[in-house]
Structures are given as structure tokens and as C-alpha cells.
């Protein structure tokens, strides 16, 4: 694996990017190449011959074969929150962190969301078309709702389900809620309610889903859900477009089961920024569609950037990946080695042989030095507990002060 200890850092940024991100990447000393249109196979070939340490992406899918071009890839880093284009399981195995933007473009997704819901109340599309084919219709664009009053429900009140909730204040809209845990503080700063998904479908004219793709949220919304909504009720999605069953939000809309949708994600998405757009869901005349656009503000686009940078910062300074969304969160150690020692080069090397020796496996190991730079104490998670011969042979060398073995409840 390439990455830390090398004199540079290779960067690949396979999507567009903003300057300030690339100026600043360099300023720390990185190779940077940037090359929007890369996708397919244009991506493994130029994995190929950039051998980049650290791999950049926005919309652009990282599978298998583009993972396993890079003999020097350690670290693929999403500019964005979401993670499903990347084959986390293939970086995984491939000893490749995998790392996220979280949270940097809640606030222009949650811009979108009410932009889709005014267009689709207000037909601002249709309004415009009528009038650039010469056509003046006063009468049938006057009728409108508004937002005021109406009951919007927010499913998954994470980052950007948290914008959205704070923007329909501004519109004095009922809120529901629906998500795996409560959020007492904004419901009492809001007045939310937190509610079940079937009695949040059941009372809102305004649905909007803000939830990650994942097996429990695979076509969340299907046939047997959307049959709740209200005739007059719309469905706005700026999440991911597999959390919709689209061929049952076809037969919505053709059907009438709703009055609309606003789609920012599809099912069938093209692999690349510009291209063929096929998903037979944009034909209906009740969805209003974006082009995967929700984080695409000059303020998200900088944040996120900025995000970027201090993830390659961290890992070009100390090797640790913040945001790092593939790592072991499973209990796999029993118990920790708990070790005092002198400051002197090769203890720890000496305490992982004895523990090689022992066929114990080491999962984590941090160091800390003491003050005065004399001594240092360690923490080493094991997956199994080491014999007691390998333990005596450790608490006997001459620079180990004391050991103790914790186990892990």
C-alpha cells in the first residue's frame, strides 16, 4: 500500500472539483490530477497511470475493477454524504478506507426540497412553458394551495432532514416526523411530532424523504405505502433514488393515488454528468425532476472541498482518516493488553512478536507517551486472550514496567 511515508501524495479527482480544494491539497504538498469526465473504463485506466494514493469522487461510481487498478490506492474519499456509488466491501478488502462528507450540503439539498415543493404547488414549469409557446393561461394557474398550514412529514430527521425542518418553521407548516430515534430538543424548538411511517403518510400533504440507502430503506416507499398518501399529497425525494419503488410511483401518478412528485435521485441514474436520460418516471405529468442537483450550490461545493482537504490533511500528517465510513464496528477483540513501558525503540516490536508467536491476533493499538518522554503506556486489543507463558515472557523484559489484560465485556 502506498500513502504515508512516501515524499508525495498522490491525489486523483475524478469529478469536478473547486479550486480552492486543489490549491490547498498542493499547498500540502500532494500531487493532485484532476479529470471530470473520468468514468468506466477511463477511470481504471487512469488509476492505471496515476497510481493515486488517494482517490476522489463525487457522483462517479468506484467499483471492483477500478479499486483493484490501484497498487498505491489506500484512501477513496466521497465529496458528499452518501457512499452507495463506491464498492465499500471491495476497499475493505482490498486494506482501502473508505471516507465521506457529512452534513457539508444539508442546507442546499434542503433549499432544493422547498424549491421542488413550491414548483410543484405553484406549476412554475408548466407556467413557464405555457408562456414561451406563446400561451397565457391566468386562470389555470391561479390555482395554487400554499405551503402555510399544510402538514409536511420529514422522513429521517438527520443533517439535511434537520435544514428542512428549520426552513418549514419559516413557512408555518405542521411538521411529522418519522426516524429510528427520537429528537425531543427539536421537537420542542419546533413543535414536531414524532409519529409512525404509516400515520405520517396517512396525514401529510408534503412528504419528503431524507434517509441513507441501506437494506431497511431499499423501496421504503412502495405500492402499499404510496396507497396511504392522500390524492392531494405529493412525494419529494432528494435522497437516493432506490429508496422509491418507481415503478409503483408510476402508477401513482398515472393513477392518481397522488397529486405529484419532485424527484432530485432515480433509480436509473446516468453513470456520467452529461448523457441519455432513459428512467420512463420523468414522463409523467405529475413529477417535477432535477438532475441530481441538490448538493450542487457554489456554498455546498466549497464546504464540501474544504471537508475533502481536511480529510487528506489528516492523512498525509498522522494517517488517521476522519469521517472513515469502513471500518470494524463489530466487537472482534475479547480483551486489551495493557502495558507500562520505557520510551526505547523496539518494545512494542518485542510484545508483537511474543503475541505472533502466540498466534493472537492484534485489532487496534494505541501508544500514548507520558509526560517527560520516558515512559509510555499502551493499549493493545487482541481478539483472544494470550496464554500466560506469552504474557510472563512480555512482564519480564526490561523495558516493560507492568502489564494487565482487560476483559472486554
Same mark, same amino acid.
Given at each position: 500500500?502506498?500513502?504515508?511515508?512516501?515524499?508525495?501524495?498522490?491525489?486523483?479527482?475524478?469529478?469536478?472539483?473547486?479550486?480552492?480544494?486543489?490549491?490547498?491539497?498542493?499547498?500540502?504538498?500532494?500531487?493532485?490530477?484532476?479529470?471530470?469526465?473520468?468514468?468506466?473504463?477511463?477511470?481504471?485506466?487512469?488509476?492505471?497511470?496515476?497510481?493515486?494514493?488517494?482517490?476522489?469522487?463525487?457522483?462517479?461510481?468506484?467499483?471492483?475493477?477500478?479499486?483493484?487498478?490501484?497498487?498505491?490506492?489506500?484512501?477513496?474519499?466521497?465529496?458528499?454524504?452518501?457512499?452507495?456509488?463506491?464498492?465499500?466491501?471491495?476497499?475493505?478488502?482490498?486494506?482501502?478506507?473508505?471516507?465521506?462528507?457529512?452534513?457539508?450540503?444539508?442546507?442546499?439539498?434542503?433549499?432544493?426540497?422547498?424549491?421542488?415543493?413550491?414548483?410543484?404547488?405553484?406549476?412554475?414549469?408548466?407556467?413557464?412553458?405555457?408562456?414561451?409557446?406563446?400561451?397565457?393561461?391566468?386562470?389555470?394557474?391561479?390555482?395554487?394551495?400554499?405551503?402555510?398550514?399544510?402538514?409536511?412529514?420529514?422522513?429521517?430527521?438527520?443533517?439535511?432532514?434537520?435544514?428542512?425542518?428549520?426552513?418549514?418553521?419559516?413557512?408555518?407548516?405542521?411538521?411529522?416526523?418519522?426516524?429510528?430515534?427520537?429528537?425531543?430538543?427539536?421537537?420542542?424548538?419546533?413543535?414536531?411530532?414524532?409519529?409512525?411511517?404509516?400515520?405520517?403518510?396517512?396525514?401529510?400533504?408534503?412528504?419528503?424523504?431524507?434517509?441513507?440507502?441501506?437494506?431497511?430503506?431499499?423501496?421504503?416507499?412502495?405500492?402499499?405505502?404510496?396507497?396511504?398518501?392522500?390524492?392531494?399529497?405529493?412525494?419529494?425525494?432528494?435522497?437516493?433514488?432506490?429508496?422509491?419503488?418507481?415503478?409503483?410511483?408510476?402508477?401513482?401518478? %398515472?393513477?392518481?393515488?397522488?397529486?405529484?412528485?419532485?424527484?432530485?435521485?432515480?433509480?436509473?441514474?446516468?453513470?456520467?454528468?452529461?448523457?441519455?436520460?432513459?428512467?420512463?418516471?420523468?414522463?409523467?405529468?405529475?413529477?417535477?425532476?432535477?438532475?441530481?442537483?441538490?448538493?450542487?450550490?457554489?456554498?455546498?461545493?466549497?464546504?464540501?472541498?474544504?471537508?475533502?482537504?481536511?480529510?487528506?490533511?489528516?492523512?498525509?500528517?498522522?494517517?488517521?482518516?476522519?469521517?472513515?465510513?469502513?471500518?470494524?464496528?463489530?466487537?472482534?477483540? %475479547?480483551?486489551?493488553?495493557?502495558?507500562?513501558?520505557?520510551?526505547?525503540?523496539?518494545?512494542?516490536?518485542?510484545?508483537?512478536?511474543?503475541?505472533?508467536?502466540?498466534?493472537?491476533?492484534?485489532?487496534?493499538?494505541?501508544?500514548?507517551?507520558?509526560?517527560?518522554?520516558?515512559?509510555?503506556?499502551?493499549?493493545?486489543?487482541?481478539?483472544?486472550?494470550?496464554?500466560?507463558?506469552?504474557?510472563?515472557?512480555?512482564?519480564?523484559?526490561?523495558?516493560?514496567?507492568?502489564?494487565?489484560?482487560?476483559?472486554?465485556?
Amino acid at each position: 500500500m502506498g500513502g504515508i511515508g512516501k515524499s508525495t501524495m498522490k491525489v486523483l479527482i475524478a469529478d469536478k472539483f473547486e479550486k480552492t480544494g486543489i490549491d490547498k491539497m498542493q499547498q500540502l504538498g500532494c500531487e493532485v490530477a484532476l479529470d471530470p469526465q473520468l468514468s468506466g473504463e477511463s477511470l481504471i485506466a487512469a488509476i492505471k497511470e496515476h497510481e493515486p494514493d488517494i482517490l476522489v469522487v463525487r457522483s462517479t461510481r468506484v467499483e471492483k475493477p477500478m479499486i483493484e487498478a490501484g497498487s498505491e490506492l489506500s484512501l477513496i474519499i466521497r465529496a458528499g454524504s452518501g457512499f452507495n456509488t463506491i464498492d465499500v466491501e471491495t476497499a475493505s478488502a482490498r486494506g482501502v478506507y473508505v471516507a465521506n462528507c457529512p452534513g457539508m450540503n444539508s442546507v442546499a439539498v434542503a433549499e432544493l426540497v422547498f424549491g421542488l415543493m413550491l414548483s410543484l404547488d405553484r406549476r412554475i414549469a408548466h407556467n413557464v412553458n405555457d408562456l414561451r409557446e406563446g400561451t397565457w393561461n391566468k386562470a389555470e394557474y391561479s390555482k395554487a394551495r400554499g405551503l402555510k398550514g399544510s402538514t409536511l412529514g420529514v422522513v429521517g430527521l438527520g443533517m439535511v432532514g434537520k435544514e428542512v425542518v428549520a426552513r418549514a418553521a419559516a413557512f408555518e407548516m405542521r411538521v411529522l416526523y418519522y426516524d429510528v430515534v427520537s429528537h425531543p430538543e427539536l421537537e420542542e424548538r419546533y413543535g414536531l411530532e414524532k409519529v409512525s411511517l404509516h400515520d405520517l403518510l396517512k396525514q401529510s400533504d408534503w412528504v419528503t424523504l431524507h434517509v441513507p440507502l441501506a437494506e431497511g430503506t431499499r423501496h421504503l416507499i412502495d405500492e402499499s405505502n404510496l396507497r396511504l398518501m392522500k390524492p392531494s399529497a405529493h412525494l419529494i425525494n432528494t435522497s437516493r433514488g432506490e429508496v422509491i419503488d418507481e415503478q409503483a410511483l408510476a402508477r401513482a401518478l %398515472s393513477e392518481g393515488w397522488i397529486a405529484g412528485a419532485g424527484l432530485d435521485v432515480y433509480e436509473q441514474e446516468p453513470s456520467t454528468a452529461k448523457g441519455e436520460f432513459t428512467d420512463p418516471v420523468a414522463t409523467f405529468k405529475g413529477l417535477y425532476g432535477t438532475h441530481h442537483i441538490g448538493a450542487s450550490t457554489e456554498q455546498a461545493q466549497t464546504a464540501v472541498a474544504d471537508e475533502v482537504v481536511r480529510i487528506v490533511r489528516a492523512y498525509v500528517d498522522s494517517g488517521d482518516v476522519p469521517n472513515c465510513v469502513n471500518l470494524e464496528k463489530g466487537d472482534i477483540d %475479547s480483551h486489551v493488553l495493557i502495558l507500562r513501558h520505557y520510551n526505547k525503540p523496539g518494545v512494542l516490536a518485542f510484545v508483537c512478536g511474543e503475541l505472533n508467536k502466540a498466534n493472537v491476533n492484534v485489532q487496534e493499538t494505541r501508544n500514548s507517551v507520558l509526560a517527560g518522554a520516558k515512559t509510555c503506556c499502551a493499549q493493545i486489543h487482541l481478539e483472544s486472550e494470550p496464554p500466560a507463558e506469552t504474557l510472563e515472557r512480555i512482564r519480564n523484559h526490561e523495558l516493560v514496567l507492568s502489564t494487565r489484560v482487560v476483559l472486554l465485556k
